[in-house]
């Protein structure tokens, strides 16, 4: 959430449609307004696919004008003529190939840019977005959308937009020459291509329907396999491998079965294109040599006319390929420039913000209440004051909006109404930075990430103040120390250079804790978020994260989401939330002698545990 409003989203103006809404050419336009470098020398690379085409053409011409004017020339065979018009022939399909590579670099080099400028967008506004935005819109389909969704964008730029415009020229160059050898032909060319025109955007349909299909069995397999790969253990531990087998065998024959379903009809929609060529071909021949015998035509122009037919196969059999591509393509705009349109809805005041200087941080609930969108309110009317350097634990039953209330005080959402305060100055107003470095949040389930045990608790340190290998780094071990975590670190084989493994699969629930504390200890904040674990670990790690914790809120105000009343217990304030509201603030003691929720909630712990 390092961003501020401004910069991210791509609807400047409010009043502009979003881009769910827009048609096929007003999203082109907007996709190129987000990232202008696809059109980067665009003149140049249109200038080298004309060049292209006429080159292409240039055979059908030389083979014309060497039978007509060479081979049957009338005064015999000019042997140089041919020679001179084979070369020519031969300069321009060299021309040609070096301009088709000429506009396939330019062309990538371009669309690569543009691409790029819209992925590091994209992806830096999924980061600004709101924890809760993230969490609400799948994360995996926030990936896609970065990575998938801009691929088909990158497939039709960088080969479809190019194919579609070169066969565009080639059709046109060809039909105009076509129409200087002989009207007659060319109407009969058009006529045998007409039908196929109109049933190949149907048996396109087909196809993609198809596809379509293979895509959703494709997936449904890597599903499946993945989740027998995830789920392992489960599989072992309860022998239910061929069970799991079995859903992985149909799994892989759905998808082969899909693919071949596809894949005929591709079959046919290709045959049907060689097919309709072949018939032109023969058409040619037999009109050609009958208006010949009439001397409408020469030899050399009929030959011309098979070698142009060449030139439609080709490009009608790829434009309804192409244009299927350029829809994919304008979903994968759309979904992309939905992302960067999402608003940020807790937005940074950056350096507008007022200074939030480091120091003993009292905290205030100003009457906030809290709905998550489109729900219930969750927290009401909820107003509490935390003086500098106090331990607050918040107790309350499972949904009482406990959790909720700590995500408002590390500003992953705002509060619907009210405020939340921090040394009197709303939340809203403080400077992104000054929060981060304040206010640090203890999840129940520290993320650790694939690395050293050091790497990770580095993690606490801001982006500037890295520096050097996290292993040799005297801030690291300090903090080990300072939460006497030292006894343990040593024990390990290598120490502060143990590699945790993904997600920190390599250390036990408890170890993960003690590596989440440390990289607390060296965020060094003045107000401590705390959840606390529910997880059970052994006695040993217990006393030891125990001890941590203390070491970690000394001296600071620490607002803990306490699932055990012993934290209760040991606690300056304890705080009892009840559906949404704070029905009970005051000492242990204190809320134990008058009786109500949370002297029920006590003895009830009582009775359990001792
Ligand atoms: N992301 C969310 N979207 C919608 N509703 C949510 C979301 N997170 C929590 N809630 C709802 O808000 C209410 C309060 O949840 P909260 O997580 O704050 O409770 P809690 O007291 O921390 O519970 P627990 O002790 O089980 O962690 C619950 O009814 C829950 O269903």
Not at 118 to 143: C, I, M, N, P, Y
Not at 163 to 183: D, F, G, H, K, R
Request: aromatic share 4%.
């Amino acid at each position: 959430m390092s961003g501020t409003a401004a910069d991210g989203g791509v609807r400047a103006d409010a009043r502009m449609a979003p881009a769910s809404t827009l048609g096929v050419l007003a999203t082109l336009r907007r996709g190129v307004q987000v990232s202008p470098e696809i059109l980067q020398g665009l003149v140049g690379t249109l200038g080298l696919a004309v060049l292209a085409a006429v080159a292409r053409v240039l055979v059908p011409l030389a083979v014309q004008q060497t039978v007509d004017t060479g081979i049957l020339a009338p005064g015999g065979a000019d042997v140089p003529r041919v020679a001179a018009l084979v070369g020519l022939a031969a300069a321009g399909l060299l021309v040609g190939a070096a301009c088709s590579a000429g506009v396939n670099v330019r062309l990538f080099r371009a669309s690569e840019s543009g691409l790029l400028t819209l992925r590091t967008r994209a992806f830096r506004h999924v980061h600004d977005l709101s924890v809760l935005t993230q969490g609400s819109e799948r994360r995996g389909s926030l990936v896609s959308r970065v990575t998938s969704d801009v691929d088909t964008i990158s497939m039709f730029v960088q080969w479809g937009g190019i194919m579609l415009l070169v066969s565009l020229l080639q059709i046109l160059v060809a039909t105009a020459l076509m129409a200087v050898y002989s009207w007659q032909l060319t109407v009969l060319v058009w006529l045998c291509f007409v039908p196929l025109l109109i049933v190949l955007p149907r048996m396109q349909k087909g196809v993609n329907a198809r596809y379509g299909n293979v895509r959703e069995r494709y997936g449904a397999m890597l599903g499946a396999v993945s989740e027998a790969v995830v789920g392992a253990e489960t599989i072992r531990a309860y022998g239910v491998a061929a069970r799991t087998q079995r859903r992985i065998d149909a799994a892989v024959r759905a998808t082969r079965d899909a693919m071949v379903r596809a894949q005929n009809l591709v079959a046919v929609v290709f045959s049907s294109g060689v097919l309709v060529a072949n018939l032109a071909l023969a058409a040619v021949v037999a009109v050609g040599t009958w208006l010949g015998v009439l001397g409408d035509i020469s030899v050399g122009r009929v030959l011309a006319f098979l070698f142009l037919v060449q030139l439609f196969t080709g490009p009608v059999q790829m434009a309804t390929e192409i244009l299927n591509e350029l829809q994919n393509a304008v979903a994968g705009w759309r979904r992309v420039l939905g992302v960067l349109e999402t608003p940020v809805d807790v937005a940074d005041p950056g350096d507008s913000g007022r200074p939030s200087p480091r120091g003993p941080a009292t905290l205030t609930f100003d009457d906030v209440g809290y709905a998550y969108p489109d729900g219930p309110p969750v927290l009401r009317d909820v107003t509490l004051d935390v003086p500098a350097g106090t331990s607050v634990a918040v107790v309350g039953a499972t949904g009482s909006g406990k959790t909720t209330l700590a995500k408002l005080v590390a500003r992953f959402m705002d509060p619907t109404t009210g405020a939340v305060r921090l040394d009197g100055v709303d939340l809203r107003d403080v400077r992104g930075a000054d929060l981060r470095r304040r206010v640090v949040l203890v999840p129940q389930e520290g993320f650790l990430f694939d690395g050293t045990l050091a790497e990770n608790i580095a993690y606490g340190l801001r982006d500037e103040d890295v520096d050097g290998d996290p292993v040799a780094d005297p801030r690291v071990r300090g903090a080990v120390e300072d939460l006497g975590l030292h006894p343990w670190v040593d024990e390990l084989p290598q120490g502060l250079a143990t590699p945790v493994g993904q997600r920190g699969e390599m250390l036990s629930a408890g170890e993960r804790q003690l590596v989440a504390l440390a990289r607390a200890r060296l965020a060094d904040g003045d107000l401590l978020l705390l959840d606390e674990a529910t997880s059970a670990v052994d006695p040993v790690a217990e006393v030891r994260i125990a001890r941590a914790l203390r070491e970690l809120a000394r001296g600071r105000t620490t607002l803990t989401i306490a699932h055990r009343l012993s934290t209760a217990e040991a606690a300056d304030l304890v705080v009892v939330v009840h559906a949404g509201e704070v029905v009970e603030v005051g000492e242990h003691a204190e809320l134990v002698a008058r009786g109500g929720h949370y002297a029920s909630m006590h003895a009830a712990w009582v009775a359990q545990t001792r």
